[in-house]
């Protein structure tokens, strides 16, 4: 019998500000709140106002709980959730 919780992957499509401590601000948040970095891909926009973040994670934790921390980030623009899997979302 296993004491691990089922974790869950987590895809979520981040538009920031041009600016380094926007993703410094992201990885920050997501250790804070006990998720695990799957992947990270960025891109900046073709006008280099911001930047597209593509962040995988994987928890056990409800997925709300990062969402609602990273919106709150001053760098955030705009987050999308991609994949959830097990839970209700509140958007």
């Given amino acids: ?5 089922k974790s869950h992957q987590h895809t979520l499509t981040i538009h ?7 993703i410094e601000r992201l990885l920050q948040v997501t250790r804070y709140r006990g998720f695990t970095l ?4 960025l891109k900046p926009l073709a006008d280099l106002t911001g930047l597209l973040i593509t ?3 994987v928890s056990d934790k409800p ?10 980030l001053y760098d955030v623009l ?9 839970g209700a979302l509140r958007a």
């Fill in 38 to 41: 799957a992947g990270l891909e």
């Fill in 63 to 72: 997925i709300s709980l990062l969402v609602n921390q990273l919106n709150k």
């Fill in 16 to 22: 920031t500000r041009h600016e380094a401590v926007a």
């Fill in 55 to 57: 962040l995988s994670v």
């Fill in 78 to 86: 705009d987050l999308e959730l991609h994949q959830a899997e097990a």
């Fill in 1 to 5: 019998m296993s004491n691990a919780a």
